[in-house]
């Protein structure tokens, strides 16, 4: 079965960077595009960023635009997120997903940023 | 664009309830409509994808439409269940790969 599963999450002070990882299983990663969504304190979900199968295209939702870099490296089925320059806003539970047009979608179990002084 | 959805529903167990999801600009029937139901403290889950299909293991008890006409999204779930109480989002994207996501619902079974 599908197994997603993210590491890197911390506290980090404002202004400074964190990568994620997200380790995945389970399917043939080197053909799926990946998502990351983050989802803060008592808020709902949001988009982040999207990363073509072979890296070719990627998407960012516009407040991480500039800061935000995804990438991924097939061989290790393993698929990153490069945060810099990070604000408080950005504070969240961080989501590496599998998210499908016309499948079912595979979530990991996340990992807990926090942007804090 | 956008998907609108209610804050919250409620029903008591056995009822109908129905979480709307509507799209701002673009149609509905473009792209596929997924949704998905969050308990506390734990990843989001696909109850609908495609717009009406259910993924193995989800129960018959919830179904999946759109509506052109009034250019949204339907989840509906029948036969409530205390276990249903969660958080519900709708989701879909845009011909620029643009993935977005509906401010979420809250189901109460009272």
């Known amino acids: 079965q599908v197994q997603l599963v993210e590491s890197g999450g911390g506290v980090v002070q404002p202004g400074k960077s964190l990568r994620l990882s997200c380790v995945a299983s389970?399917?043939?990663?080197?053909?799926?595009?990946m998502h990351w969504v983050r989802q803060a304190p008592g808020r709902g979900l949001e988009w982040v960023a999207v990363?073509?199968?072979?890296?070719?295209?990627?998407q960012y939702v516009d407040s991480v635009k500039g800061r935000f870099t995804v990438s991924r490296d097939n061989s290790k089925n393993t698929v990153y997120l490069e945060m810099k320059n990070l604000r408080a806003d950005d504070t969240a539970v961080y989501y590496c997903?599998?998210?499908?047009?016309?499948?079912?979608?595979?979530w990991g179990q996340g990992t807990q940023v926090t942007v804090s002084s | 664009f956008s998907l609108t959805q209610p804050h919250s529903v409620s029903g008591s167990p056995g009822t109908t309830v129905t979480i709307s999801c509507t799209r701002s600009?673009?149609?509905?029937?473009?792209?596929?409509v997924q949704w998905y139901q969050q308990r506390p403290g734990s990843a989001p889950v696909t109850v609908i994808y495609?717009?009406?299909?259910?993924p193995s293991g989800v129960p018959v008890r919830f179904s999946g439409s759109i509506d052109r006409s009034s250019n949204s999204a339907s989840l509906t779930i029948s036969g409530l269940q205390t276990e249903d109480e969660a958080d519900y989002y709708c989701?879909?994207?845009?011909?620029?790969?643009?993935?977005?996501f509906g401010g979420g619902t809250r189901l109460t079974v009272l």
């Open positions: 997903a599998k998210l499908q047009a016309a499948g079912v979608s595979s």
């Open positions: 989701q879909s994207y845009d011909g620029s790969n643009h993935w977005v």
């Open positions: 495609r717009d009406d299909r259910r």
């Open positions: 990363l073509a199968y072979d890296g070719s295209d990627k």
């Open positions: 389970g399917f043939s990663f080197w053909d799926s595009a």
């Open positions: 600009s673009g149609s509905i029937a473009n792209n596929f």
